[in-house]
Structures are given as structure tokens and as C-alpha cells.
């Protein structure tokens, strides 16, 4: 059973929400509270898995509550659902919320009459939430850093997120490879999620900066607003690595920054030594990219339809023949693992 703590000044938001939340055997609704000084004791009293916080509330607010928790010790600390409404005060709130700490987002409509229409998206992202695991990455001795000569690449969009979680929480430590994600995402969030994924990861995990050199057993989150485009570099040994350049060229399928930019560049540059992954997403955005990876000598890999909540990305992959395999969410960390072994 996962246990909700429901945080939110509004006497009607909290009923509604323990209502929907409530309709599903597995979830139980274990308290609630109206602002963030209420909301604290009741996490001490209560132990809940899950805290569904609004952002503005009186006394303290849901900011607040996430800073004063950052500066908590806890055994089992709940993880964070923020829900707000869709401003641009909001915005820079929800980011700010990531970064201190919130697992996650969602919006709340406007119209309050339309808030039964988040029943899916809200039980989803409660059960997805408890299935994040919690990584206490061992730290490596001092060595130096060595050039990625492999790359892994994984494209994403709508849905995307919590398969990213599932995908990276699972890679080994010891891939003998850079990772560079793609997720179709605002400007601004990607850093959040970049820090998302590094506290679920045995891995480091980074929004890109211009300039970065790939660097094995590292993750790389494409920023915001900006194409990842790598080139290459060579080492003092003349083996060949990759390098991040951010480009702020014309959007490729309405998108910045697009999957085709990244996989088309990184195939140049890695040919038989990149594997390239799509998951859900919408549109056409990766099939050029993916269909680049192929020609070059690199292994592709997409999710099954059933796993994604949207297919149009790996199905414009698909229709060009340039896919490897098909595999269910849980196994394609696996075969990532495998293929990069391969690799040498």
C-alpha cells in the first residue's frame, strides 16, 4: 500500500485529490495538511511514501517546506509530487522546488471543475514515484579521467521521464561508455532533471555545458534551448573521443534540442562505437538519427509499443529499417550494458 500525505491550502483541492487517490486499491491516503509547518510534523507523525505539495500556501510555503526538509535528516524520506498551476511565476517556482529536492511534477488545471480530468497522470505518477530507487553512490578513488571511446545515446519526449528513471537508475557503474540523453524538455528543466536522475543513479549525471568532454561512466542530460552537437577530439594516445558543442541553430522538428542533431552528430564521430536507444515520445524527431547510427556501423534499440505511452518517435525509426531490437523498458539497460561490452 503507498501512503499519501496530501499537502494543499485549498479545503476543496484536498478532498478532491484524496478522492481520486483514494479510488485505487493501492494507494492509501494517510493525512493531509494545509500548509507547510502542519505538513512537516505530519511527515514526522506519519511516514509517508508520498507527499503531493502545493507550491503558495500561508505559514510556509511548499519552497519552504522543501528547503527546511533538505535540512533534515530522514530514514525514509517521502518522495515530493509538486502540483501547481500553469504560470509563469509557477514555473520558476516548480523548477526551483526540483532543485531543492521535488521528485517530480504535475499541473493542476485552472479550472477547478476540471481537475477530475488528472485522475491517470496523478495515480501514475504516485505509483511511479515509490518505484525510484533510493542510490547511495560509492565514491570512486581519485584516477584520471579517461576519454569516453564509447557513446550511448538515448532519446526521449512526452512520457519519456519516468522510463529515464528505469533506464538510468539500472546502467552499471563501470560502462565503458559516455551516455548523452536527449529528452524533449523546456529550456530550465533539464537541469532539474539532470539532478532528478543523479540522485537515482549509480552514475554521475550532468546537464550538458558547452564544451564538455565525453568522459566514460558519466551522464550527460542535452540543456534546454540548445542543440547538443558533438565533434570530435583526440587524446594523447590519438584515440578519438567526442566533445559537446551547444548550438542555438533553428529548431529541427519544432524541437531544441532534437534527437536527430545529437545522433546524427555522435555517428560521425563514434560510428561502430555508439548504440543509440529511443523510448516514448511523439512525432518524427530520432528517425533520421537513428537511421544515421545504423549506417555507421552503431547498434539501435527501441522500446516496445506497450511500455511507451507514446510510439511516434520509435515508430518513425521503425519505418526506416534501421532498427536493431525491439525490447521491453526493463531489458534494454541490459542490452546497453551488453552492447557496450561488446564494444571493447
Known amino acids: 500500500m503507498i501512503r499519501v500525505l496530501i499537502v494543499d491550502d485549498s479545503v476543496f483541492m484536498r478532498t478532491v485529490l484524496a478522492d481520486i487517490m483514494g479510488s485505487d486499491d493501492s494507494i492509501e491516503i494517510v493525512g493531509s495538511a494545509e500548509d507547510g509547518v502542519i505538513a512537516l ?20 510555503d511548499g519552497i519552504e517546506m522543501l528547503e527546511q526538509m533538505k535540512m ?9 509530487l509538486m502540483l501547481s498551476t500553469l504560470t509563469s511565476k509557477d514555473a520558476d517556482l516548480t523548477k ?3 532543485d531543492l529536492g521535488a521528485d ?15 485522475e491517470s497522470e496523478l495515480i501514475t505518477k504516485i505509483k511511479h514515484l515509490v518505484t525510484i530507487p533510493s542510490v547511495q553512490r560509492q565514491p570512486k578513488p581519485e584516477t ?37 540523453i536527449t529528452q524533449h524538455m523546456p529550456a530550465g528543466f533539464t537541469a532539474s532533471l539532470a539532478q532528478r536522475l543523479d540522485r537515482i543513479s549509480q552514475l554521475p549525471v550532468k546537464e550538458t555545458e558547452n564544451g564538455d568532454v565525453l568522459e566514460n561512466g558519466k ?17 594523447s594516445s590519438g584515440k578519438i573521443g567526442g566533445k559537446i558543442t551547444h548550438s542555438k541553430s533553428p529548431p529541427v522538428h519544432a524541437v531544441r534540442p532534437a534527437i536527430d542533431k545529437t545522433f546524427n552528430s555522435a555517428a560521425k564521430v563514434f560510428k561502430t562505437r555508439a548504440v543509440a536507444t529511443v523510448l516514448s515520445g511523439m512525432g518524427s524527431d530520432c528517425g533520421e538519427g537513428m537511421e544515421t547510427v545504423k549506417n555507421a556501423g552503431g547498434k539501435t534499440i527501441v522500446v516496445k509499443e506497450e511500455d511507451a505511452l507514446v510510439y511516434g518517435m520509435a515508430r518513425s525509426a521503425l519505418s526506416r529499417n534501421c532498427v536493431d531490437k525491439v525490447l521491453p523498458l526493463k531489458a534494454i539497460p541490459r542490452e546497453i550494458m551488453k552492447t557496450v561490452s561488446e564494444m571493447g
Open 41 to 60: 510534523q505530519k511527515i514526522d507523525e506519519l511516514s509517508p511514501d508520498v507527499v503531493t505539495l502545493d507550491i503558495q500556501m500561508p505559514n510556509m
Open 144 to 180: 584520471e579521467t579517461k576519454q569516453a571511446e564509447n557513446i550511448v545515446l538515448i532519446g526521449s519526449s512526452a512520457g519519456g521521464p519516468p522510463m529515464l528513471d528505469s533506464v538510468v537508475s539500472a546502467l552499471d557503474p563501470d560502462i565503458n561508455a559516455a551516455i548523452i
Open 104 to 118: 517530480d511534477f504535475m499541473l493542476k488545471p485552472h479550472n477547478l471543475g476540471k481537475i477530475r480530468g488528472i
Open 72 to 80: 533534515r535528516s530522514y530514514e525514509n524520506r517521502p518522495r515530493i
Open 96 to 98: 526551483r522546488a526540483l
Open 219 to 235: 551522464v550527460y542530460v542535452s540543456k534546454g534551448g540548445f542543440h547538443t552537437v558533438i565533434s570530435a577530439t583526440i587524446d
